[in-house]
């Protein structure tokens, strides 16, 4: 079992950046995939990056392909979402989720990750 807890969200104007961090507990975040999923009120929760447990492949929708960036350190077991050029439809609650469950690719979909954080609120002002 791996605990998560998110950090970093904030008020940002439109187009500036933020840096989320997830600080994880437990032996296995090292060899978990990672994602970043997100939720606007009266939305679905929506993939929005993964990482495989290792760093070396990332996985993007096209919503934020070339604006966010995820990252891990798994000697810190923590994991980062990069986010530049922010816009207001951005706005939302962001949640770390782990994966322990090994796989040839991260999943995108939200229900083959077992453990989330409490998520961090981000809103991008216009």
């Known amino acids: 079992q791996v605990q998560l807890v998110e950090s970093g969200g904030g008020l940002v104007q439109a187009g500036g950046s933020l840096r989320l961090s997830c600080a994880a507990s437990?032996?296995?975040?090292?060899?978990?995939?990672v994602a970043w999923f997100r939720q606007a009120p009266r939305k679905e929760r929506e993939f929005i990056a993964a990482?495989?447990?290792?760093?070396?492949?990332?996985y993007y929708p096209d919503s934020v392909k070339g604006r966010f960036t995820i990252s891990r350190d798994n000697a810190k077991n923590t994991a980062y979402l990069q986010m530049d050029a922010l816009k207001p439809e951005d706005t939302a609650v962001y949640y770390c989720?782990?994966?322990?469950?090994?796989?040839?690719?991260?999943?995108?979909?939200?229900?083959?990750?077992?453990?989330w954080g409490q998520g961090t609120q981000v809103t991008v002002s216009s």
């Open positions: 989720a782990a994966d322990s469950r090994p796989r040839t690719v991260p999943s995108q979909s939200r229900s083959d990750y077992d453990n």
């Open positions: 437990g032996r296995t975040f090292s060899s978990s995939d």
């Open positions: 990482i495989n447990w290792s760093g070396e492949s990332t």
